[in-house]
């Protein structure tokens, strides 16, 4: 016989045949009632919301609309010393040709009507 | 399987003849969109080979195009068909370059305007940068000209940083740098690989592994930070990075980086 025995375990398990007595549960004796939920006391200023941003399409028509803004702002811009003075032409220029190379004409956008127009 | 998915992409793309009339049908608008690109840039669409840089992208396109997915041909083609367009006007003979009927400030401005369309790739949509929706138009429309105007600029100093500056335009790079290296060095980060490395926001979206959206909002408030704080006498609060950007922003401190605009000051690679 191994001297490190364990004295807890069991030697053996039979089937049981019977469990304790099972108490009978009490039956409700009340709820009480709700209470009444409090007033919000105070909404707190939100910071930001993520406002839905859209991209507007480029119209020919608005061309020369485009090309005074582009002036207007760029001027703006370098009073409020946001655009170096020695740049402004250059930034300028830059901003109306990328534009103006996006703009389809309008003669060419009626073609794409009708072309769309095929396509379904 | 694999042969498989082929089958399957290739079943959902369309014949070679309805491609044909894809092409056929779209010819006058390919067209236009060479001519946009010749006239904004003073080129001659045919002489310069920009009609066929078009047409080239429109067949590739009508080859290419999954009518399954959803979206309109010409919201698929046009980017496409203009990219190709752009290439083309690049590769002229007297691209960027000074002569007799070109000034050096056109020359310049030539290239800077290539250059906007990969930190503004909506305008090769014939799109303005998005914008607020509760504006009203035409305060939409000007606010994207400022922002399109700044993001000009941003590349106007970098152009001038890596030639030949003359003094007085050093004095106003420098302030652009210093602005640009108060930031985050995320955000000097993002500005850097934008402007400087030409990447898009896309690019820099997949590169550090975050959505796109994370990348083109915090560039629009980037820029929003740069209009305000370079106007004279405004001090305005640096911008917090989104949470979008956060691990990336760990990564960075973790790197011990202070950022490259700060770093070039710190080095006095800027001359005075």
Known sequence: MPKDKDPKKPESVRSTTSTG????????????????????????????????ARTSSLDFSKRDKYFSMISEEAEKLVKEGVIPKSSQEVIERAVQMAIDASLL????????????KTDS | MTTTKNQKNESTRLSEESANELVVEHMGWAESIARAVARGWNLDWKLDG????????LIFCSRRFDPQRGIPFK?????RIHEASTDAARKTKGWARTSSSKTAKEARAQKLAMELYGVFPELRDGALPAQSATRGEDAESRSAIRELLVGASILATKEA???DPQPDELMDYRRMVSVMASLEPTHQWLLYRVYWDGASL???ASEWETDGLNVMREHKVLIAYLQKSLAHGKAVAIPKIRPGLRERAVQFNKE?????FSDVLTKSEVPT
Request: glycine share 10%.
């Open chain 1, 21 to 52: 007595k099972v108490r009978k549960t009490n039956s409700i004796t009340g709820v009480k009632g709700v209470e009444r939920a409090s007033s919000v006391k105070s909404v707190s200023k939100v910071s930001s919301v993520n406002e839905p």
């Open chain 1, 105 to 116: 004409e309008p003669s060419d956008k009626a073609k794409d009507k009708k072309s769309s």
């Open chain 2, 50 to 57: 920009l009609d066929g840089a078009a047409m080239e992208a």
């Open chain 2, 75 to 79: 919201g698929y083609a046009r980017k």
């Open chain 2, 161 to 163: 940083i890596a030639g």
């Open chain 2, 202 to 204: 896309r690019t820099v």
């Open chain 2, 256 to 260: 011990g980086s202070l950022g490259p």
